[in-house]
């Protein structure tokens, strides 16, 4: 225990130097930033930033592009809170009931409780970096393809519980998801699938294309059907902090999504994307009143988000302790990293303990320094919610394209956003709602690759799958998911037949 | 409102002309000039394109500005400088991969930058410590050993396929998406070897969690000069990474000289000598033809095995 | 039911829909090498999505006939399809014409795609959210967007 406290005090006198606390400033200040930009993510920030870090010290370089990346992650929920753009894979779930809540005047109770469920996931996730971080990093080498895959699935069963409408219907929109997650070229063969001889296609399609499409462009146009729609909100803004009952409901689903955020981050293998979904589902699963998910129930903001903090802030154990990227984000850093001549491994922690402990400290101080930023925001970003909806939407439809374009710097990434505006605007005209798509999008392509990867290592045998006790565990929580989820509906669906 | 538009188009207008004046001049270069690097920013082209273009720029005093354009293992960025005008201000921070025999006759080749080499990597616990041994264990083990590759037709996939050509053995092919993943499940064992570049695998070595059996230059590298080439084994065996500027095919002789001029300087500057030996790589200066004989070379010695691979599928 | 009330069925169109997307699964899944489970080849994946697809638009086209819901409502047509011209008209100018002439294009369009448009103010927001944009994104980020042509 002592060394933990000696270790920290070698961090926090790297971590509270007054240059590196400046720049720790400014990288969580342009974090949270283009956090708040839609599209223009940490990916495309920091890059732009590498080279700048040649002149800086490896500790102030890595201090601040890593408050670049979760200062983006508390940033993102701003924009889904009110907008409904969703930036990043982790705010398509902050969409569900942060926007419900803006337009019912509730927005800033929403963006308070991101922004406290954020700081406090963020202090305990660092906590657990410095206690655990080796432990972890070589549990986390335990995940084969087959737990992956395991675990994927059990996500996908989970993103079931995203949507409030019809079950069938939230199958197939993940079936959906899957499908288009197979555009691009098969990782194991290399083949094309469903590219139509469009190079731009060959990648697969950009998440943030999608989703800007699905979620913000269709809901303008829905926004623009009414007539006297004059601005997002249907009701009068209200308070701007949480209330006592907001507490309440807000604080267990703060330390679940914590707790959860926290184990999967560590996964190197894209533990961290499931995070925030996997938060929401479980506090719709346990809700005394599952149907107010989706209409504006703070805990489907305050869990999702401190799970996406934590599982931000965890998915540095694994460069930290191995070298290893969990991430794209993680893997820019492994450059910025070389650039100072710092080979990123095993040995960091010990050949480099200021750098290593160092980066950890300053996190606790780029959370802390989060929250003093963005709570006195919130009072201007609410104002946003009263500018006549005639002038905000041309100025959110600009931003999109800024943002999409700026993913790859291609112009046909536009016409595909364009094409999934029009799809997103069929969803929600048919009964389809989206939010089981993008995560059948998301976790399609994991699901396949490490399905086929487990194949590949066991010479074809099947059985790898509930042989290995942490896959088939996993598994098994997922068929007795699958088993809750569709047994209600099916016996509700008999009474209906009885009564008839 | 009439009047301010009017001024509007009347700056517009001036601004249209003072470019097009920039453009009848010839000294070179005149205005900003575009590298573009075909893959996500941070991996070793960024990196390098980063320090050749700031070079560049405290030369020249004109910004290299760095615009990554990803796609299709680098392909879809190397026909954008392809398209591109003739004059030198766009130019591509290529690497193995990215120039293909369909786009190769429209880029013109600049200055070679830097070939470094990969490392043949196993895990500790497999039972040789040679490449020699390693070979004889392959072929007591046929299919049995799984290689990590970071993706199909990569080079750690291609040295791996020339390996099992030269030396007549048989591995299962395991892809990636990157290196890093690749890493991973090499070093927890659950795939056994991976041919890889040195700034990732050398970390794992000082850990105890993986060995090294050979560098895959033709001889020995420079910067690892302990570590023997695979070719000592496998006779013939050759498979480094390249990375090199080029720009559109048809840029004046000149101005490619002097672009190669410039690159051959910065890559021998001390500081970025010291960034590219911890990437694992040294300079490797050269003239616009020697890169263009290297890359003519190269392309049909991968195309050539390639086409062995997909014969055998 | 009637077909005209069938029509204004949801279920009705987005089982279509679904099943429409299930034959592009299945389709691919043709197109490509299928493999088995044990040695799945790059159509595999895509042919079981595919079969999913086909069989859950199955149940919600029957549902859709069977026991009617919720009717698709009045589509927006005119903001869709100046809010779409609008995106693809940045696409194409963009690159060509630089931003400040795309983010005109794409403001002005989508601006006619509202209910009221007001020319004047279109012009005020238009000049307001450029010089923002080129000052946020081009200036201050760096970001490589070409300002004019």
């Known amino acids: 225990m002592s060394a933990l406290f000696d270790a920290i005090a070698t961090g926090a006198h790297t971590a509270l130097s007054p240059t590196n606390l400046i720049y720790c400033f400014g990288g969580v200040t342009l974090g949270t930033l283009i956090g708040i930009l839609p599209g223009l993510g940490p990916i495309a920030t920091i890059s732009m930033l590498l080279p700048v870090t040649f002149y800086l010290p490896p500790e102030t370089a890595l201090i601040t592009l890593a408050g670049i990346y979760y200062g983006a992650q508390y940033g993102g929920s701003t924009t889904a809170v009110l907008v409904n753009m969703p930036g990043e894979s982790s705010s398509v779930v902050t969409c569900l009931d942060g926007y419900a809540m803006a337009r019912q005047g509730k927005a800033g109770p929403a963006l308070s409780i991101a922004a406290i469920a954020s700081f406090f996931a963020g202090c305990v996730a660092t906590l657990v970096i410095a206690s655990f971080a080796p432990v972890l990093a070589n549990f986390a080498l335990e995940f084969g393809p087959a737990e992956y895959f395991a675990l994927m699935l059990l996500g996908l069963v989970a993103a079931v519980v995203l949507a409030s409408g019809s079950l069938v219907n939230a199958f197939a929109m993940i079936f959906l998801g899957l499908l288009f997650g197979t555009v691009g070229t098969d990782l194991n063969t290399g083949v094309e699938r469903f590219t139509f001889g469009i190079p731009k296609l060959v990648d697969g399609v950009d998440f943030v294309t999608m989703s800007m499409g699905i979620f913000a462009i269709s809901e303008i146009v829905v926004n623009l059907e009414s007539v006297q729609e004059r601005t997002i909100l249907k009701e009068k803004i209200g308070r701007l902090l949480p209330s006592a009952e907001d507490f309440k409901r807000s604080i267990w689903p703060i330390v679940r999504g914590t707790g959860l955020g926290s184990m999967l ?27 107010r998910f989706g209409k504006g129930a703070i805990e489907g903001v305050a869990g999702p988000e401190a799970a996406n903090n934590a599982g931000a802030q965890t998915s540095f154990i694994p460069l930290l302790t191995l070298g290893i990227p969990s991430n794209p984000v993680m893997a820019l850093m ?45 009072g201007i970003w609410i104002q946003l919610l009263k500018v006549p909806y005639r002038l905000l939407y041309p100025t959110i439809l600009l931003l999109c394209v800024i943002g999409v374009y700026s993913v790859n710097n291609a112009t046909f990434d536009l016409v595909i956003l364009s094409v999934f505006g029009v799809m997103g605007y069929v969803f929600v005209k048919i009964g389809c709602e989206p939010a089981p798509l993008l995560l059948g999008f998301i976790l399609g392509p994991l699901l396949e690759e490490y399905f086929r990867r487990a194949l590949i290592m066991s010479h074809g045998d099947l059985s790898v799958f509930v042989r290995n006790p942490i896959s088939g565990t996993i598994i098994a929580m997922a068929a007795v998911l699958l088993l809750i989820v569709v047994l209600p509906s099916i016996r509700k669906k008999r009474e209906e037949a009885f009564q008839e | 409102m009439l009047k301010r538009t009017a001024v509007v188009f009347g700056a517009l207008l001036m601004l249209t002309a003072s470019n097009a004046v920039a453009w009848s001049q010839t000294k070179y270069p005149e205005h900003p000039i575009k590298m573009i690097v075909p893959f996500p920013p941070g991996g070793g082209a960024d990196v ?87 070979v004889e264990y392959l072929k007591k083990n046929p299919k049995a050993v799984n290689f990590a590759s970071s993706g199909v037709g990569s080079a750690s996939h291609l040295a791996a396929e020339l390996f099992m050509g030269l030396s007549k053995t048989q591995m299962t092919h395991v892809p990636y998406k990157g290196i890093g993943q690749g890493v991973n499940d090499l070093i927890s064992n659950k795939v056994s070897v991976m041919f890889g570049p040195p700034q990732a695998l050398l970390p794992q070595v000082a850990a105890g969690r993986i060995k090294i059996l050979g560098v895959t230059s033709k001889e020995r590298y420079p910067l690892f000069a302990e570590i023997p080439p695979v070719a000592e084994s496998v006779p013939g065996f050759e498979a480094v990474g390249w990375y090199g500027i080029l720009a559109t095919a048809g840029t004046p002789d000149d101005i490619v000289k002097q672009l190669s001029d410039a690159t051959n300087a910065a890559i021998q500057d001390p500081t970025v000598k010291e960034r590219m030996n911890a990437l694992g790589a040294t300079p490797r200066p050269g003239t616009p033809a020697d890169f263009r004989a290297f890359l003519k070379q190269d392309t049909a010695k991968w195309a050539e095995l390639l086409s062995k691979v997909e014969a055998t599928k | 039911m009637s077909i005209a009330r069938l029509f204004r069925q949801q279920d009705f169109w987005a089982g279509l829909m679904f099943m429409a997307f299930g034959a592009i699964g299945i389709g691919g899944g043709l197109m490509y090498r299928v493999g088995t489970t044990q040695e799945m080849g790059p159509g595999y994946f895509p042919r079981a999505i595919g079969v999913a697809l086909v069989l859950l638009g199955a149940i919600i086209f029957m549902r859709g006939i069977l026991a009617p819901g919720k009717e698709v409502s009045r589509w927006a047509i005119r903001p869709l399809i100046l809010l779409i ?46 010089t923002s944009a080129v000052l946020i994104f081009v200036k201050a980020l760096s970001l490589p967007i070409p300002v004019w042509p």
């Open chain 1, 265 to 291: 981050g560590i996964l190197p293998g894209g533990g961290a994307v499931l995070s925030s979904f996997a938060s929401y589902a479980v506090e719709k699963r346990i809700a005394k009143e599952p149907g």
């Open chain 1, 334 to 378: 492994i450059g910025a990293m070389m650039i100072q001549g710092i080979t990123p491994g095993p040995q960091i922690m010990t050949a480099k303990p200021d750098l290593f402990w160092g980066v950890i400290v300053s996190m606790w101080a780029g959370n802390l320094m989060l929250v003093i930023l963005n709570l006195p925001m919130i």
């Open chain 2, 48 to 134: 390098l394109a980063r320090m050749v273009g700031q070079k560049l720029n405290e030369r020249w005093g004109q910004p290299v500005v760095v615009e990554n354009k990803p796609g299709n293992a680098g392909i879809i960025g190397a026909n954008e400088v392809g398209r591109s005008k003739p004059d030198g201000y766009t130019l591509l921070m290529a690497a193995s991969g990215a120039v293909v025999a369909n786009n190769i006759d429209r880029l013109a080749p600049v200055a070679l930058v830097t070939t470094p080499p990969y490392m043949l990597a196993v895990h500790e616990s497999l039972p040789v410590k040679t490449v020699a041994e390693f």
């Open chain 3, 85 to 130: 011209v609008g995106i693809l008209a940045f696409a194409y100018t963009l690159e060509w014409l630089g931003f400040v002439v795309a983010a005109t294009a794409l403001i002005f369009l989508s601006g006619v795609g509202g209910k009221e448009f007001d020319f004047k103010e279109v012009v005020l927001l238009c000049a307001a959210a450029v």
